[in-house]
């Protein structure tokens, strides 16, 4: 059995799968003030009738890290970073870092040692709590930065983030901002992992807990807890593995999870969700997280309704609270779908009365509504073809193929995806697909998430090493030496990981691989190697859902 838990804008989903079969769901308000409390309460519905001993793994998609970062509920950081000559990182951070010596230069030689003289002021810093260091091409040697952070925790930080340990990619920017956002959820992300801890062993529940990723892979707890900014946008995650799990879809779809606050937007090809070719933002700030080509815009089912001067209508970004139709106190987008024909639930009667309190004819005004919202989804997803199609070409195959995206039906998920989405697939002249189960798709996709693991590669056959960054293992290379030899040696380490971690056995693929040749004296030398690779991420088997009536 597999219990998944998602923490949504609205409602806490929980579900227990086994076989892939739902046996058993539960549906909560959320709690944004206490999301603890809210997850217990899913998790007490859920496990009723369940053998605990009979569970094998339990996954959460929480909204915690999320909204802190997004909400800028964390706690201040102390950043370092060794830029080296020849950058202007004014502006790329979130914080105005402390500029440290010392260099790396793009072979990963050092050219310049810490100078202590310079940073007496930081030797007698008092630290505390969490900070971050990252230096420019540390990913090719990264002793500066462990030498920098041992003199940190000489000074009294208790914990501190490398960019080279969270990301093997070279851009310093995007490593530098995901070391200094996990620094920043750090504490209140391992304070959270302890109380859901303590709340299973209270029910004698003892199986692995995992935290889903923005990129649809899950990472053991005490994983998790050394890159937690890998547990940001993990709802939309969620979703996207829901879907796959229910009824992936064989033509070029776009797939919609409405929430009560938000929609979700996703691109998928073949039956596999698209991923953003590069780093997913936060905040405005680059970050080197890998994550699904998505977009979140501020409608949903809650969506508060205002009128404007000129008769037309705004839907959203705030959220209004329940639907008038199951006992809210204003008019709310559900309403307008309930009185426009497009779902059937609630109280008809009492959705139709908050209708007419905006004026005019109730049927024409909410189907006003309601393409009002469905205008807002059409034209962020023509921003997100647009950027699809602007995005970078690395390989031939894209070249060839071409990057344009054109779309052939709608999937819908969610609480109120029955309405929105079929608007919508009109207005875009699709077909709709709601799959059964799609009220509960994010816990289910929680729960048979892959678990999931990236590493790089970097070798240099002139200087005769490899390294290995997230592990800081560098070593001589083997002879003779090419990309095949590359991908079982990181093959390997991944494997080697997963066992130390519980992880199941399962396939690497390669996310990147570029060669470079070393010149010398107009004469090839040598080549550089740069490996991207990860245990596959996606989901355990297909899941056939459980009708919902609303």
Known sequence: MYLGIDVGGTFTDAVIITEGQVVNQAKVPTNHEDVFTCIVE?????????????????????????????????????????????????????VEPYYVSGYVDHRGKITAQLDWSRHRDLLNKKGRGVCAVSGKFAVRQPQNEYLLAHELKKCGYQKVFLGSELSGELNFIRRTNSAYFSAAVYELFQRFANRVQRALQERNI??????????????????????????????????????????????????????????????????????????????????????????????GGDSKI???????????????????ALNGMRATLSDALIVAGYVSFGSYTRALAVIKELGGEPLAEANKIVQAAVAKITETIEEMLVEWAKQPVYTVDDVIKGSEFKPQQLIGVGGGSLGLVKAVGEAMHLNVDIPVGAMVANAIGAAVARPTLVAGLRADTTKGYYLIPES?????????????????ILTAWLHEQAKAWQLPNQATE?????????????????????????????????????????
């Open 42 to 94: 899913a998790l007490d519905q859920v496990l009723v009738g369940i053998k605990m001993a009979a569970l094998k793994r339990v996954v959460l998609s929480s909204t915690i890290v999320t909204n802190a970062l997004t909400e800028n509920k964390v706690a201040p950081v102390f950043l370092a970073v060794m830029t080296g000559p020849g950058m202007n990182v004014t502006g790329k951070f979130p």
């Open 206 to 299: 003892y199986a692995p807990i995992h935290v889903l990723k923005a990129d649809g892979g899950t990472l053991p707890l005490e994983v998790a807890l050394q890159q937690p900014v890998e547990a940001v946008f993990t709802g939309p995650a969620a979703s996207v593995l829901g879907i796959e799990a229910l009824a992936a879809p064989q033509v070029r779809s776009i797939s919609l999870d409405v929430g009560g606050t938000t929609t979700d937007i996703a691109f998928w090809e073949n039956g596999i969700p698209l991923m953003a070719k590069r780093g997913a933002d936060i905040n405005g700030y680059h970050t080197a997280v890998r994550a699904f080509h998505m977009r979140s815009v501020g409608i």
């Open 472 to 488: 800081g293992r560098r070593e001589k290379l083997p002879r003779p030496f090419n990309q095949k030899v590359a991908e079982e």
């Open 306 to 324: 205002k009128k404007l001067a000129d008769g037309a209508y705004q839907v959203g970004p705030e959220r209004e609270g329940p639907a008038a």
């Open 510 to 550: 390669v996310i990147s691989c570029e060669r470079f040749r070393t010149i010398h004296d107009y004469a090839r030398v040598g080549d550089i190697y740069n490996l991207r690779m990860q245990l596959k991420p996606g989901i355990l088997y297909q899941v056939c859902g459980r009708e919902v009536l609303l």
